[in-house]
């Protein structure tokens, strides 16, 4: 076994790998960019390493920065994490010249899956299912358009060195293959230096359904079941389950057996991902497709970790070292159900625009997780369990992927493993950035999303107009009114206890006018009671002022809500949703009648800039008649082109910005007649 | 019940009708609460105790002899907020327009002089439509009874303005010499001249919203200090504010219980600096987690935010702060920020409140706007109020801290009782490139570069004023709320006092 290796990735996934090589006896070292120099990876790790400033490109990625610490620290092996360099060959095959292990598949094997042309050939000589679609060089947009034809429209147009869901682009008809096809390419060679793109039939109700893979260099090869990952917004995966509740045993053998095959046609080893494409339009199970091999591990493991209680990340290196996998595919069962939530800096009340910063609040609902070596201690705590690389007071870059953590809950069974990833969610608290709790909160809420009744396009589907924060029950905002109307009470009390005070203390007032969500609810506080409207509200909750998260219990049910103060009544986040709640006492809210309601100014005439980032390009000038839905401007920021579209038709009337230009969130791009 | 005393109740309820029921539904109608309503909301219940309701006009011109209304257009008294005293008046838009008579005018004076009196702080909701004309010369003298008071009692009782209806002519110099003023958007304005003698004058065409609207004094102008959405906001933040404020300049500042440790650490502080000079942060954010819960109570937010401004609390006492907001113009000091921060740090020095500073600031801003606006008498304000303040003052320098803006704020030699820094300060005379090309004028680019290097070695950090003992200790910054409240723990008893003197001559 080795006796140090050296990961060369950052974030959570290098935390991820430290802790099971800290369990296994290994000593790590992190190697780190002037962005990442304080770290918890590097706090973690037994040694760490600065290889270079802070773009990617200039650290990360040079394989020659990660061998040199390799030299300097006596590291005998790397493991890649995922992205970087976790599939590129020359990376491992310079980690060969030098000698130091991989802690990842054979170079052959990643050459063979590396490129999607290649592996789809692959593929289907090793007998698994494929898409429809051309295998081959496309010459032109014209070449493009007339192979879309042929296969039959809608088509998926895909960076053949793609990845992560980018440079991939979906073409209904032939006007969309003329618009995108360039961009494809460009986005092909601008990401990965490799403008090659394929096209392929688009599969209606796809569901996005993955197998693990984990074999040794003795020739055993296995699957550890599957991973359904089919919502995914712009094909990034945001929640990922383990088993699928579309997957049949037979299904799921079918499926495991032809991956298998393939990973044995191209002498696999170490841990590797089949995706497939599944059609949940047939219920029989058949139809699914092969998409791609990731010939390392994912972001999304760990629930195939808690159902399996494999540590996967541990096999790997096992492997790397050489040994044999102590387990034979009959070993490999499932128990219990696991989702994973990928918490993202983005906002998804802002469209989802990338949403980078400090952290200026970060409290995970626990600290981390520890891997005690057993197999339930790859569920976290109590079936929680935290895999994230940031800290109170770090950085969200703009260099790096926007995922801040991984929330893992298991279950026995999936709608356990659904609540408590509510129950985590509502106390998970970020501040400084817009970030994805609330979204992913109303996914785990949402009744398709229970029914299993899954496909690729559930977030479009289910918020087509965006996202405004999960619908919240009758019950949930009279609990909200009671638990508004305590916090109330308790800060009225407080204010109470000044010095100075001409008589005696006053007590606070007791009845309240709470409103919430545009509904009023008229609540009582005496003694330990709660009434709101008159009816009783089996409440049972502490706070002392200044508390951010509160645990309320309402009905014999745990409601974890963030409170934020704010004029006139509090800020309550909880299930998946922020309410403004105003908190009146009732002498004063009788009053309330009178306000006038002040609708604010109509801001669609502007183009608002929805984030930081550079201008790239304004496609309009003063004067110009737009249509709904026109491209106006492209904004970029994180790496990601961002298309401005116009609201509704008209006349640009002034142009405040210009191509070039940094913008400040809510800069005003251009304003319409 | 006895006849006598049922004429009182009947003189009671005619004295709360104000100017009827058709007047209430018309100030109703414009989304503003009645003078007793906004007493109702802004006092804890049961607590006003009205006096002078049955006070009259004395006037018998223009017919108005016929035409007297009980309470004369002002509700006067005094209850509590929170338990504690205050002596309020509310102008009554439905009697007269609330327009000020002598006998109006005499009411206020009266509470004033109560709390001048027994010390308690005066606030006062303004709805009024100017002096009462009819009246004429009565009037205006009636005002000047109320303005001589408001300058007596600056600095003796907290007054606070609302603004929730007109205000404007000469009625504007009342408020204006209070301690803070807030007003209620779309309802409330403040002007010397209106919209329709601006037009006849200058010829300019204006609306009352932009000549004088809350959001005109909330931001361009400084007047107002806070704009709020309607009545009821305003008042329920006027009662959260009052929580801050002192009873008086002698009583000391209020106190209550708190749960927030005064030793909390607050590890994301030691890296909110970030590692480039030029990149800004939120300097609230250090605020937040140095006062108690959080919770900071911020003047002028849209005016002059290259500054901030406000009350907070540690260990449950108020305190004022003042900080450089980096990410407003680099926290640059000019003619605005520095008058809004002069003004607030004379508040603080005037009640006894502590003052805690944060800095991180690059200079005065330069250019001729700033010059030809009189930065110099301006920021002389500033260095001024922060050089006779006695109360409490502790400095916490971030980052820069270059040439004379590093003096004026509240610096060791401006008796600053604990200066520290954070290890990321720099305290210098101006920034190192600056400095370079004055010091080695004429030197090539690279030779520039590399003595520019050499300036910030020597000097981009905090020891060298710390060996002068400029700084009193270069501290965690994780561990500032720690030292923040032992070192006012430690102030409680500081006694200093300027020389007698009339008064001083602050360049206004």
């Known amino acids: 076994m080795f006796k140090k290796i050296l990961i060369a990735n950052r974030g959570e996934i290098a935390c991820r790998v430290i802790k099971t090589a800290r369990r296994m006896g290994i000593a790590t070292v992190a190697v780190y960019s002037d962005a990442d120099a304080l770290a918890p990876f590097v706090q973690m790790a037994d040694e760490a390493v600065h290889i270079g400033p802070a773009p990617a490109a200039q650290s990360y990625l040079i394989p020659e920065k990660i061998i040199a610490a390799c030299k300097a620290t006596g590291a005998q092996a790397v493991h890649p994490g995922y992205g970087f360099l976790s599939e590129r060959t020359s990376f491992a095959e310079a980690l060969a010249a030098e000698n130091i292990a991989f802690i990842g598949p054979p170079v052959g094997a990643i050459a063979a899956m590396g490129d999607k042309i290649e592996s789809k050939k692959l593929a289907k000589a090793a007998g698994v299912n494929v898409v429809p679609g051309y295998v081959g060089e496309i010459d032109d947009t014209d070449h493009a358009v007339r192979i879309a034809g042929e296969i039959g429209y809608p088509v998926m147009m895909k960076a053949s060195a793609g990845g992560g869901g980018k440079g991939m682009r979906l073409a209904f008809s032939e006007k969309d293959v003329r618009e995108g096809f360039e961009s494809v390419k460009r986005e092909g060679l601008n990401s990965f230096g490799d403008d090659r793109v394929f096209i392929e039939k688009f599969i209606e109700n796809p569901r996005h359904i993955e197998i693990q893979i984990l074999g040794d260099q003795h020739g055993t090869i296995l699957y550890l079941n599957e991973r359904e990952c089919s919502i995914q917004r712009r094909h990034q995966k945001v929640v990922e389950e383990a088993p699928s509740p579309f997957v049949s045993p037979e299904m799921r053998k079918a499926m495991g057996e032809q991956c298998v095959a393939l990973a044995r046609a191209v002498g696999y080893y170490s841990a590797g991902t089949v995706e497939l494409i599944v059609s949940g339009a047939d219920k029989t199970g058949q139809s699914f497709y092969f998409l791609e091999m990731n010939t390392r591990l994912q972001v999304e493991h760990p629930v195939t970790e808690a159902i399996t209680g494999i540590d996967l990340v541990e096999q790997m290196i096992r492997v790397a070292a050489g040994e044999k996998l ?20 983005e906002d998804p009340y802002r469209g989802f625009l990338p949403s980078t910063g400090r952290l200026v609040r970060y409290r995970p609902p626990l600290a981390g997780w520890t891997d005690d070596g057993q197999a339930n201690g790859r569920r976290g705590v109590d079936g929680v369990r935290v895999d994230d690389g940031v800290y109170e007071g770090g950085e969200v870059s703009m260099f790096y992927d926007p995922m801040i953590a991984k929330l893992v809950t298991w279950g026995q069974t999936r709608d356990e493993a659904a609540d408590r990833q509510i129950a985590a969610l509502d106390a998970f608290e970020i501040e400084g950035l817009g970030h994805n709790i609330d979204f992913v909160s109303a996914i785990m809420q949402h009744p398709r999303f229970r029914s299993g009744e899954l496909t690729t396009g559930f977030i479009a589907e289910e918020y087509p107009e965006g996202f405004h924060g999960a619908p919240a029950s009758a019950e949930l905002q009279r609990a909200l009114a009671g638990i508004a109307a305590f916090l109330a009470t308790a800060r009225a009390d407080r204010a109470r206890r000044v010095d100075g005070q001409l008589g005696k203390r006053l007590r606070p007032p007791s009845q309240w006018s709470v409103l919430v969500g545009g509904q009023t609810f008229a609540v009582e506080l005496a003694g330990d009671e709660v009434t709101v409207d008159g009816a009783l509200l089996d409440l049972a909750m502490e706070y002392t002022p200044g508390d951010s998260l509160v645990e309320a219990e309402v009905d014999g049910d745990v409601l974890g809500v963030k409170v934020k103060p704010t004029r006139g009544g509090f800020q309550l986040t909880t299930r998946g949703a922020i309410h403004q709640v105003q908190v009146l006492p009732a002498r004063v809210a009788a009053y309330r009648a009178h306000m006038i309601e002040k609708i604010p100014p109509d801001l669609s005439r502007f183009l608002i800039c929805p984030m930081p980032g550079l201008l790239v390009s304004l496609n309009v000038a003063e004067g110009d008649s737009v249509e709904a839905g026109q491209p106006l401007a492209v904004v970029e920021a994180m790496k990601m082109e961002n298309i401005l579209r116009a609201e509704k038709s008209g006349t640009v009337k002034t142009v405040h910005a210009k191509a070039g230009e940094s913008l400040a969130v809510d800069a005003i791009i251009l304003e319409m007649e | 019940m006895s006849a006598n005393i049922a004429e009182m109740e009947r003189r009671r309820a005619a004295a709360r009708l104000g100017g009827g029921q058709r007047r209430i539904d018309a100030q109703h109608a414009k989304g503003k609460l009645t003078a007793r309503e906004r007493l109702d909301v802004l006092l804890d219940e049961d607590s006003f105790e009205e006096i002078d309701a049955y006070v009259e006009h004395n006037c018998v011109d223009f017919g108005m002899a016929e035409n007297r209304i009980p309470g004369d257009g002002v509700v006067t008294g005094s209850g509590t907020i929170n338990g504690r005293l205050v002596f309020v008046f509310s102008q009554d838009f439905t009697v007269f327009g609330g327009a000020v008579s002598e006998r109006h005018a005499m009411k206020i004076c009266k509470i004033m002089d109560m709390a001048m009196k027994v010390g308690a702080p005066v606030i006062g909701l303004n709805d009024s439509g100017g002096a009462r004309i009819q009246e004429g010369v009565a009037s205006l003298g009636g005002y000047a009874e109320i303005f001589q008071r408001n300058v007596l009692a600056s600095g003796v009782v907290p007054q606070l303005s609302l603004i929730m209806g007109p205000c404007a002519g000469g009625a504007v110099y009342s408020p204006a010499m209070t301690d803070f003023i807030f007003m209620v958007k779309d309802s409330s304005y403040m002007f010397v001249t209106g919209p329709d003698v601006v037009k006849t004058v200058t010829n300019e065409i204006v609306t009352q919203e932009e000549l004088g609207g809350a959001v005109t004094h909330s931001t361009k102008t400084s007047v107002a200090d806070l704009a709020l959405e309607n009545d009821i906001e305003a008042l329920l933040t006027a009662r959260e504010f009052f929580d801050y404020l002192p009873l008086t300049n002698r009583s000391g500042v209020p106190e209550r219980p708190t749960s927030d440790p005064w030793d909390r650490l607050e590890e994301s502080l030691d890296t909110l600096v970030p590692a480039s000079p030029t990149q800004p942060y939120d300097m609230h954010e250090v605020i937040a987690k140095v006062v108690d819960e959080g919770e900071f109570f911020e003047i002028q937010p849209g005016h002059a935010a290259n500054i ?73 304000k500033l260095l001024f109020a922060y050089g006779e303040a006695t109360v409490p003052k502790i400095t916490v320098i971030t980052r820069k801290a270059y040439g004379g803006a590093y003096d004026v704020m509240a610096s060791k030699h401006l008796r600053g009782d604990l200066n520290y820094a954070w290890p990321t300060a720099e305290i210098a005379v101006m920034g190192a490139k600056g400095a370079v090309e004055i010091i080695f004028r004429g030197l090539g680019t690279e030779e520039i570069a590399n003595r520019t290097k050499e300036y910030e070695d020597r000097f981009a950090n905090p020891f060298v004023a710390a060996a002068k003992g400029f700084v009193d200790e270069v501290i965690h910054p994780h561990s500032t709320r720690r030292r923040i409240a032992l070192g006012l723990r430690k102030l409680r008893g500081k006694a200093l006092e300027n020389p007698w003197k009339k008064h001083d001559n602050i360049p206004l």
């Open chain 1, 326 to 345: 102590a387990m034979t595919q009959d070993d490999i069962g499932i128990d219990g159900w696991a989702i994973e939530n990928r918490v993202y800096a």
């Open chain 2, 308 to 380: 901030i401004c406000g009350f907070g609390r540690v260990e449950g006492r108020t305190v004022g702060v003042v900080a450089n907001q980096p990410l407003v113009l680099a926290g640059v000091l000019d003619i605005n920020s520095s008058k809004k921060a002069a003004r607030f740090v004379r508040f603080c020095d005037a009640f006894d409140i502590p003052i805690i500073t944060f800095v991180d600031v690059p200079g005065f801003l330069p250019g001729t706007a700033q010059e030809l606006g009189g930065i110099i008498k301006h920021g002389a």
